[in-house]
């Protein structure tokens, strides 16, 4: 899902490819219990593909990372409840 992503976003070197890869596993290991995973990878892409057309891709992983828990904390506040 991730590299799917970084392409659609541009067309990043390996630097940036790896840099967004350690984003989304940031994400996943705070909100996966919260959000689930899925719901990680949505708002992962949803946040990304706003940069499209990014002609300076220096911080967009920063401004991803940023954006996309930002959304999650207002979408997942809390843990999901687990099944007993």
């Given at each position: ?79 999901l409840p687990t099944a007993s």
């Amino acid at each position: 899902m991730v590299s799917g992503m970084i392409d659609q976003v541009a067309e990043p070197g390996e630097h940036l490819r790896a840099e967004f890869a350690r984003v989304a596993d940031r994400l996943h290991a705070e909100f996966d219990d919260r959000a689930g995973s899925a719901l990680v990878d949505q708002i992962f892409t949803d946040i990304a593909s706003r940069f499209r057309n990014a002609k300076v891709l220096t911080f967009l992983p920063v401004l991803v990372e940023r954006d996309a828990r930002r959304a999650l904390k207002e979408l997942a506040p809390t843990a999901l409840p687990t099944a007993s």
